[in-house]
């Protein structure tokens, strides 16, 4: 069964701390893994997409990481700020059939001063 | 400015009463779909579509309708609302469903209760 999960489901922080959100899927075959931020009140927005060949990608103080072989996926928020207080989403794609995109149930991420 | 609308933001209504949200973007994609997203389990697909009159259910159909007679509109339709259609709605688009790459592009959402 095609799947994804996210843990921790809610996570508190310290402003300038770093935190690590992980993903783990079972969606096969496999073809790219997206991470999305999303403010209170609004929609995603994506952050980065990760490929089968891509181990680590990062987007400002985001870096993401893949390992295909695990199946396992991590968002690491460094030097945090009160601004990503956010829930964040793992999205999941699969390479075949049009209804192909799995999404995890995200982790909320509330950054305190 | 390159985005997807969505009318209207919030909408209070009773059992029953037919309702419409309405959807559009215009970045002249091809690929739009509406989920919907509810505490504790995440963004669930309702319907999409992958081009002007080509319309499937997604992983929630029941109880909604679509229809995807333009290019940029893509509105959801509630025949029947009942309660547990209670939640919060987005529609997405992407510039086509076949490109691996494409990023999905999601509105500012819809909060709809029905009492």
């Known amino acids: 069964k095609n799947q994804v999960e996210q843990s921790p489901q809610s996570l508190i922080i310290l402003e300038g701390k770093n935190c690590t959100l992980q993903?783990?899927?079972?969606?096969?075959?496999?073809?790219?893994l997206r991470w999305y931020k999303q403010d209170t009140g609004r929609g995603p927005v994506s952050l980065t997409i990760m490929t089968f060949s891509e181990n680590t990608k990062s987007n400002g103080r985001y870096t993401a990481t893949l390992d295909a072989d695990t199946k396992q996926s991590s968002l690491h928020i460094t030097a945090s700020q009160l601004s990503d207080s956010a829930s964040y989403i793992c999205v999941v794609r699969r390479e075949t059939g049009a209804n192909n995109l799995f999404f995890g149930t995200g982790t909320r991420l509330t950054v305190i001063p | 400015e390159a985005q997807v609308t969505q009318n209207p933001r919030y909408l209070i209504t009773v059992t029953g009463k037919k309702l419409t949200v309405t959807c559009s973007q215009n970045?002249?994609?091809?690929?739009m779909s509406w989920y919907r997203q509810d505490p504790g389990l995440g963004l669930r697909q309702i319907y999409y579509s992958m081009n002007v009159e080509v319309t499937d259910k997604g992983d929630v159909p029941e109880g909604y309708k679509v229809s995807r007679k333009e290019k940029r509109n893509f509105p959801l339709i509630l025949e029947s609302p009942s309660p547990n259609q209670t939640s919060l709605y987005f529609c997405?688009?992407?510039?086509?469903?076949?490109?691996?790459?494409?990023?999905?592009?999601f509105g500012p959402g819809t909060r709809l209760t029905v009492l």
């Open positions: 993903c783990n899927y079972t969606v096969s075959p496999f073809s790219n």
């Open positions: 970045m002249n994609h091809e690929y």
């Open positions: 997405a688009s992407s510039l086509s469903w076949d490109r691996a790459y494409n990023e999905q592009f």
